[in-house]
């Protein structure tokens, strides 16, 4: 089997910057939740637009989008545990939300999304 080299980030023109990853979990745990935000309308950037709503959850377009109509769907309720802190029922309902705009998205841009 051929060897795999991969350039690093230097060979490549990049910096490389070291990541903080204590520094990173301080600062988010002392950061208000982003998505209590939007529920509560204090966006603080006032960037996050909501496409869809529901008396349990919201979706709202994502900021940094990797596709066309990537959408982030939540509880309108702060949990922390994505699963445990659900009941079966909350749960079926939020998926149900994300069902149903996961067929809106796909609808909306079929025409755009090259296929294999």
């Known amino acids: ?7 690093s980030a230097e060979s490549a023109g990049m910096q ?3 990541f903080d990853v204590e520094a990173y979990a301080q600062r988010v745990q002392a950061s208000p939740c982003f998505i209590c935000e939007v529920v509560a309308g204090t966006d603080s950037d ?6 869809a709503e529901t008396e349990d959850g919201i979706a709202f377009l994502c900021k940094y989008p990797t596709l066309l109509g ?5 509880p ?6 994505v699963v445990g802190d659900f009941s079966e029922d909350a749960f079926l309902r939020l ?3 994300v069902h149903r705009l996961a067929r809106a998205v796909e609808q909306r841009f079929r025409s755009n999304v090259p296929t294999c």
Do not use: C, Q, S, T
């Open 1 to 7: 089997m051929p060897e795999i080299r991969v350039a």
């Open 16 to 18: 490389r910057i070291p």
């Open 46 to 51: 006032g960037w996050h637009e909501v496409v």
């Open 70 to 74: 990537h959408v982030l769907v939540a």
């Open 76 to 81: 309108k309720i702060h949990y922390e545990n």
């Open 95 to 97: 998926m149900r939300l």
